[in-house]
């Protein structure tokens, strides 16, 4: 069960992952479940968060109606949906993968790799929304497709590539595999969930629109 006052170590490993994630993963190897959704919970919600407030005090400046919308259910159900299709399909393919190559490997393993991956996988993506509220804020016109697009594909492919070593070194750490054998797995794991995710938009929208 998750025990606030490890809060310190929580917010210590955040960065921890992010500048060693091999020395972070060995420190925290017999931490539970409850580590690695603690640092989900606290990285999404500190970027959804700073995205909405900094989006309301610029509905509050410009006298504009608040967009509650923004805040529905039917929003944060939207977001669930394919977060949830991310961690799965991660998950699996960790696992399954790592259990082929290493008969030991530990499912709980796999589970705090693919949280702490998509942690901030989900925090880096996120600060897209950030950057966006923040310009609107300075009222700043950037409304140019080219500017927008190189933005979004930056964050994308940082986010893949931070999730690829954080994942890696985690499989590597935690599973028992060699440092080519995570990398792949690692790879693999963001290709099927990205694959999922494409297949799966259709029908999601679909009954989330109707």
């Known amino acids: 069960m998750f025990n606030f006052c490890d809060l310190g170590n929580i917010l210590r490993s955040i960065s921890g992952y992010i500048i060693n994630p ?9 931490k539970g479940y409850s580590h690695a959704v603690a640092i989900f919970v606290i990285l999404y919600s500190v970027i959804w968060f700073l995205s909405k407030s900094l989006l309301l005090i610029n509905d509050i400046l410009c006298g504009r ?5 923004l805040l529905s259910l039917q929003f944060m159900l939207y977001q ?7 961690i ?14 290493n008969k030991n490997v530990n499912f709980v393993n796999s589970f705090k ?22 310009l609107n804020l300075l009222n700043i016109n950037y409304g140019i497709s080219g500017l927008v697009d190189f933005v979004i594909y930056l964050l994308f492919i940082l986010a893949n590539l931070f999730f690829i070593r954080v994942s890696a070194e985690g499989i590597r750490t935690l599973n028992g595999l060699s440092r080519v054998k995570s990398y792949l797995i690692a790879m693999i794991s963001i290709l099927a969930a990205n694959a999922a995710i494409y297949i799966n938009a259709f029908w999601l929208e679909g009954i989330l629109l109707a």
Not at 22 to 30: A, C, G, I, M
Not at 80 to 86: G, R
């Open 113 to 134: 790799i693919t949280f702490i991956r998509c942690a901030f996988f989900i925090f880096i993506l996120g600060l897209y929304s950030v950057i966006n509220a923040v």
């Open 80 to 86: 669930a949906l394919y977060v949830s299709i991310e």
């Open 88 to 101: 799965l399909v991660v998950i699996f393919v960790i696992y399954s993968v790592s259990k082929f190559e």
């Open 22 to 30: 091999v020395v972070t993963y060995e420190k925290n190897r017999n």
């Open 65 to 69: 109606t608040i967009d509650l919308d």
